[in-house]
């Protein structure tokens, strides 16, 4: 695929409107970017100290059922500590449920068969919300397990952080905010973070690299709509895998893995 094929002038439009808080944006932005991931994590959790080993974008882990779940972020600190950051839009994307099922799932992948418990490090899930979800008007939230009877912290390592996108003060979490929330990258507070979005918005290579993650999106939009139809004509079982296949736009061949999935 040429480049002159990838970059057209609606691509370049698009490019110009992301924000941070555009998850398809943030994902990028921060993949395989450890030194812009160390400086959200000194920032949110008010910790220089975190040293970023490994950083990876729209990450899937499959849980025990095999149920697989995408997360916008997962990142591991030098003492193996891991971090899911997501930004979510809408309040439902990060609810309270979702919150507990992505820190067990980070849980679930950090232990090996024979590991002592105790050896499990501290993880860390963290929501950038567009809205205040938690609705008490604070910047950030911090979740931690405690014991009713006395109050007192359970120590059990697990952290839950929700942070407000709606405030957007002069404090260092505050003007991180308004980075988020940055279309042209030379508004931004944080060198860091202007000097990637620079990258990806006006360097040739890096419009080149959103220009291509925009064209694959299209491609899974389609592809999505078509195995939505199969599954539609499928339901009806009138039709056989090859007529499905002509109306659809998929091969026989994915008509009828979509089957075996749908009846399994």
Request: aromatic share 8%; net charge negative; glycine share 4%.
């Amino acid at each position: 695929m040429s480049e002159q094929y990838l970059i057209t002038e609606d691509k370049l439009r698009t490019l110009r409107e992301f924000r941070l808080m555009d998850d398809t944006f943030m994902a990028k932005f921060f993949e395989k970017q450890p030194e812009c991931t160390e400086l959200l994590l000194h920032i949110i959790l008010e910790n220089e100290s975190i040293h970023v080993s490994e950083v990876i974008a729209q990450c899937s882990i499959q849980n025990l059922q095999g149920r697989s779940i995408r997360l916008d972020i997962y990142a591991k600190d030098d003492t193996g500590k891991p971090y899911n950051i997501e930004v979510q839009r809408a309040p439902k994307g990060a609810s309270r449920k979702r919150a507990r099922y992505n820190s067990s799932i980070l849980d679930a992948n950090m232990t090996e068969s024979g590991d002592a418990y105790d050896s499990l490090p501290d993880s860390y899930v963290i929501f950038i919300t567009e809205t205040d979800v938690l609705g008490q008007n604070r910047p950030i939230y911090h979740i931690e397990r405690t014991i009713l009877e006395n109050n007192m912290p359970f120590d059990d390592g697990s952290h839950i952080i929700y942070v407000n996108a709606e405030r957007k003060d002069d404090t260092p979490l505050g003007l991180l905010m308004q980075d988020f929330y940055c279309k042209n990258p030379h508004d931004m507070h944080y060198s860091l973070l202007k000097q990637r979005a620079t990258y990806l918005k006006e360097n040739p290579e890096g419009v080149t690299t959103m220009c291509e993650l925009m064209e694959d999106m299209m491609e899974n939009v389609i592809k999505d709509d078509r195995r939505k139809n199969a599954c539609k004509m499928l339901e009806g079982g009138k039709l056989s895998y090859e007529e499905i296949a002509e109306y659809s736009g998929l091969t026989v061949q994915e008509v009828k893995a979509l089957d075996e999935d749908r009846t399994a």
